[in-house]
C-alpha cells in the first residue's frame, strides 16, 4: 500500500514530490468487513464487496482532527458502526450505498462526526400499515409489517429497518424442575439502500416444548436478500428435561434460558442480543430466557418460582411518539413444584414463550416478530 | 386482520417451515412458497402449533411433536427425581 509523507517531521527538507503526494491520499481496498486502524488516518478506505458490509471504529484509535476518507464501490450497502464507547454522528446516514462516500472526522478520541455530502438520500416505498410519525424533529413515514409481505420502491434510496424475530419456545416442566423460557427474537435496527421491490419476511415463534420434547427456536424476521438487505435471528427455545439429560437453553437471537438443572442457550452474537438464564440450583426452578436488551435472569430461585425472562428493548426510539411499548422481552422460567400453566409470547413482539412448571405444564409458544421500515419525508 | 400461520411440510408431513402470512398472500405468491402448506394455529386451545420437525397428522389435521423428540413416556419420567 503506498504511504503518504505525512506526517511530517522536525528539521525534514520538504521536497515538491512530497508537497505533491498529500494530494494523493492512498488507498486501502478491503473485500470485507473492516475495522478502522490509526494507519487509515489522512488515507482512503474503499470498500469492495457485493453483499452488506460494516466499516467499525473503536474507541482511542484515532485522535482529535484525524480524518479518514471512505468510500463503497461495492454492491452490497457499507455501514459505519461505532465501536463500544463511540460515538458517530451525521446529518446524513451511515449507511453508505455503492458509489457513495464520506469523510470522518475525530472530534476527540471516542466522537467523530461523518459528512456524507455525495451520500445517498432517502428513497420512498409502500407496504404494510402506514403512518406518519415525528423522531427527533424528523419527520418520516413508518411501515408496519405483521406478516410476510412486499415492500414496493417506489424511489430507490436509504430505508431505515427495525427487524424484531420470533421468539423461541418455553421449555416445558416435569420431575420437580422448572423448564427454561424461551429467548426473545433478536432486535436490529440498520438502514439500508434499496433499489427494487424487497421481499418482508416476518419470522414466526417456535413451539413450545411438550413433556419430554424439545421447543424450538424462533424463526428470522429480513427484508431483502442477504446481498442488500438485512436479516435477524429467532429467539433460542428454553431447556427441559428428555430422557435422562437436561436440555440446555438452545442459541438464538436471544438464548433460551436453562430448566431447573441446565445452562442457559447463547446469543448468537452479541449484535442480536443476551444470553438466557442459567440455573444456581438452589432450587430446580427454570431460568428467563435471554431479552433483547437484558440477560435472562438465573434460575433456582430459593422461592422454587421461576425466574423472569431478560427485558426487551423500547420501540419507541425508532417509531417516536410518547407511549413506551417494550418487546422483545424473554420468556418466563417455571417454578419448581406449581403446575403454572405458561404464557405464549404475544403475537408481533418476539417475546420467549414461558417455560413449563415442574408439576407437568407444557411450554408456550414464542410470540411472532414484527418488521417496521421507515423512510424521511 | 389477525395474523395467520401456515407450516410448510415435506413429503413426509414433516414440519420444515412456519411463515406468518395471510392466506391469500402465501396463494398469490407459489414462487415464494413452494411446496405443501398447511394452517397450523398459535396459542389456540385443541391445537398443536407446528415447530420445525413436527410431523403433520392428516386425519386430526393437527401437528405432534416429532416422533424422535419424544423419547421417554410419561410413566418413565415420573420417578426421575
Keep these: ?377 | 386482520m389477525s395474523a395467520q400461520y401456515f407450516a410448510q411440510i415435506d413429503d413426509n408431513n414433516v414440519c420444515t417451515y412456519v411463515a406468518v402470512v395471510q392466506r391469500e398472500f402465501l396463494e398469490a405468491n407459489p414462487q415464494r412458497y413452494t411446496g405443501r402448506w398447511v394452517e397450523t394455529f398459535f396459542d389456540t386451545e385443541g391445537k398443536t402449533y407446528a415447530g420445525i420437525g413436527y410431523i403433520y397428522d392428516e386425519v386430526s389435521e393437527d401437528f405432534v411433536a416429532s416422533v424422535s423428540s419424544v423419547i421417554e413416556s410419561e410413566e418413565e419420567s415420573e420417578n426421575e427425581f
Design chain 1, 1 to 377: 500500500m503506498p504511504t503518504t509523507p505525512y506526517p511530517f517531521v522536525s528539521g525534514e527538507v520538504l521536497l515538491a514530490s512530497d508537497l505533491n503526494a498529500i494530494q494523493n491520499l492512498p488507498l486501502n481496498d478491503k473485500t470485507d468487513s473492516y475495522t478502522l486502524e490509526v494507519a487509515d488516518a489522512y488515507k482512503r478506505v474503499v470498500m469492495n464487496k457485493a453483499t452488506a458490509t460494516t466499516l467499525t471504529v473503536n474507541d482511542s484509535i484515532f485522535t482529535t482532527g484525524d480524518v479518514i476518507q471512505v468510500l463503497n464501490k461495492g454492491a452490497g450497502t457499507m455501514t459505519i458502526t461505532a465501536g463500544a464507547g463511540v460515538t458517530i454522528n451525521t446529518a446524513g446516514s451511515l449507511a453508505v450505498a455503492q458509489y457513495g462516500g464520506g469523510t470522518l472526522v475525530a472530534l476527540s478520541a471516542s466522537v467523530f462526526n461523518f459528512f456524507s455530502p455525495t451520500g445517498s438520500s432517502y428513497g420512498t416505498a409502500t407496504g404494510g400499515s402506514s403512518s406518519s410519525i415525528t423522531v427527533g424533529g424528523q419527520s418520516y413515514t413508518l411501515l408496519e409489517f405483521t406478516t410476510d409481505s412486499t415492500l414496493t420502491v417506489t424511489k430507490a434510496g436509504l430505508f431505515d429497518v427495525l427487524l424484531v424475530s420470533g421468539g423461541g419456545g418455553g421449555g416445558a416442566g416435569r420431575g420437580s424442575q422448572g423448564g427454561g423460557g424461551g429467548g426473545a427474537g433478536s432486535f436490529i435496527e440498520q438502514t439500508i439502500y434499496l433499489s427494487a421491490n424487497a421481499a418482508v419476511d416476518v419470522g414466526a415463534g417456535g413451539a413450545g416444548g411438550a413433556l419430554g420434547v424439545v421447543g424450538t427456536n424462533g424463526l428470522a424476521s429480513a427484508v431483502g436478500t442477504s446481498a442488500n438487505g438485512v436479516c435477524g435471528a429467532g429467539g433460542g427455545c428454553g431447556g427441559t428435561y428428555v430422557q435422562t439429560t437436561n436440555q440446555n437453553g438452545q442459541v438464538g437471537g436471544n438464548g433460551g434460558g436453562s430448566d431447573g438443572r441446565s445452562s442457559g442457550g447463547a446469543a448468537a452474537s452479541s449484535a442480536f442480543g443476551f444470553n438466557g438464564g442459567t440455573s444456581v440450583q438452589s432450587t430446580f426452578a427454570g431460568s428467563g430466557g435471554g431479552g433483547a436488551g437484558a440477560v435472562g435472569v438465573a434460575g433456582g430461585n430459593v422461592s422454587g418460582l421461576g425466574s423472569a425472562g431478560g427485558a426487551g428493548k423500547s420501540l419507541s426510539t425508532f417509531t417516536g411518539g410518547t407511549v413506551v411499548t417494550t418487546i422483545a422481552v424473554g420468556g418466563q422460567g417455571g417454578d419448581e413444584t406449581t403446575t403454572r400453566a405458561a404464557t405464549a409470547g404475544g403475537a408481533n413482539t418476539g417475546t420467549g414463550g414461558g417455560a413449563g412448571s415442574g408439576g407437568g405444564t407444557v411450554g408456550a409458544a414464542g410470540g411472532s416478530g414484527i418488521v417496521y421500515i421507515r423512510f424521511k419525508v
